[in-house]
């Protein structure tokens, strides 16, 4: 109704400052623990907390100005607002998940694996999708999952031509049951299939391509895995930990 025109305006505008706070302070914080103190300690300099605190305010200030500088531009974004933040993410989540999950799973790796990575995710993806991008039309989301292969390629190889000296282990202390659960890899492998499946639905072997005769099989192959997974999981009996 009109005479709550007021009230909506009030409470959309106390949302968009409440989120544009918490991202000020967020940035601020990252760049004052990640960036400033870490290099400040380099040099062999000590950091109040009262410092920290001054850099951090004077840190929220100028990216808000520049946030306000930026903001006009979106105006020339014919997708949109979100489509806008997910290419711009492209620079930081691809490589922080490829090595998140390359860390899980081996220990050869060396810092120096990351280090290469993450600056040849933003280089290469910066220039592929701003400046190559009349030549390389592949979407972005797709540029994700090319450079994500690559990246995981890249830290093995360094892993295996420069292994880690200094592996940490994990020592157990047994205080609780440790048990692993029965079917935690068969489940694991559904919400692996579940997700190729997304894929493989909206890709244009699917729904945009209308379907395409590899459909079926590719499915079809994915449900009979599952199954055999399943199947040899649930012939090991009842799992021993109660959860």
Same mark, same amino acid.
């Given at each position: 109704?009109?005479?709550?025109?007021?009230?909506? %305006?009030?409470? /959309?505008?106390?949302?968009?400052?409440?989120?544009? !706070?918490?991202? %000020?302070?967020?940035?601020?914080?990252?760049? +004052?623990?990640?960036?400033?103190?870490?290099?400040?300690?380099?040099?062999?300099? !000590?950091?109040?907390?009262?410092?920290?605190?001054?850099?951090?305010?004077?840190?929220? =200030?100028?990216?808000? %100005?520049?946030?306000?500088?930026?903001?006009? /531009?979106?105006?020339?974004?014919?997708?949109?607002?979100?489509? &806008?933040?997910? =290419?711009?993410?492209?620079?930081?989540? &691809?490589?922080?998940?490829? =090595?998140? &999950?390359?860390?899980?799973?081996?220990?050869?790796?060396?810092?120096?694996?990351?280090?290469?990575?993450?600056?040849?995710?933003?280089?290469?993806?910066? #220039?592929?999708?701003?400046?190559?991008?009349? #030549?390389?039309?592949?979407?972005? #989301?797709?540029?994700?999952?090319?450079?994500?292969?690559? @990246?995981?390629?890249?830290?093995?190889?360094?892993?295996?031509?420069?292994? !880690?000296?200094?592996?940490?282990?994990? @020592?157990?202390?047994?205080?609780?049951?440790?048990?692993?659960? %029965?079917?935690?890899?068969?489940?694991?492998?559904?919400?692996?299939? +579940?997700?190729?499946?997304?894929?493989? /639905?909206?890709?244009?072997?699917?729904?945009?391509?209308?379907?395409?005769? /590899?459909?079926?099989?590719?499915?079809?192959?994915?449900?009979?895995?599952? #199954?055999?997974?399943?199947?040899?999981? +649930?012939?090991?009996?009842?799992?021993?930990?109660?959860?």
């Amino acid at each position: 109704p009109t005479y709550a025109s007021g009230f909506f %305006l009030a409470v /959309l505008l106390g949302a968009v400052f409440s989120s544009f !706070n918490s991202l %000020l302070n967020s940035a601020a914080t990252l760049f +004052c623990l990640d960036v400033y103190e870490p290099w400040k300690k380099a040099r062999g300099e !000590n950091v109040s907390d009262q410092r920290i605190l001054k850099v951090a305010k004077m840190a929220s =200030i100028v990216i808000a %100005l520049f946030s306000f500088v930026v903001a006009p /531009l979106l105006q020339f974004a014919p997708e949109g607002l979100w489509q &806008i933040i997910r =290419i711009f993410t492209g620079f930081y989540n &691809i490589p922080v998940i490829a =090595i998140v &999950i390359v860390g899980l799973f081996s220990t050869q790796v060396p810092p120096l694996g990351p280090k290469l990575v993450i600056v040849f995710h933003v280089v290469t993806y910066g #220039i592929l999708k701003f400046v190559l991008d009349d #030549i390389v039309t592949l979407h972005f #989301i797709h540029l994700y999952a090319v450079l994500f292969f690559i @990246e995981v390629a890249i830290m093995l190889l360094v892993g295996y031509y420069r292994p !880690n000296q200094h592996i940490w282990r994990y @020592e157990r202390s047994h205080k609780v049951d440790m048990q692993p659960w %029965l079917y935690a890899v068969p489940c694991a492998t559904s919400l692996i299939s +579940c997700v190729i499946g997304l894929y493989l /639905l909206f890709s244009p072997v699917g729904v945009v391509g209308g379907f395409s005769p /590899l459909f079926v099989p590719l499915v079809t192959s994915l449900v009979a895995v599952n #199954i055999f997974i399943w199947w040899i999981y +649930c012939n090991k009996g009842n799992p021993t930990s109660d959860y």
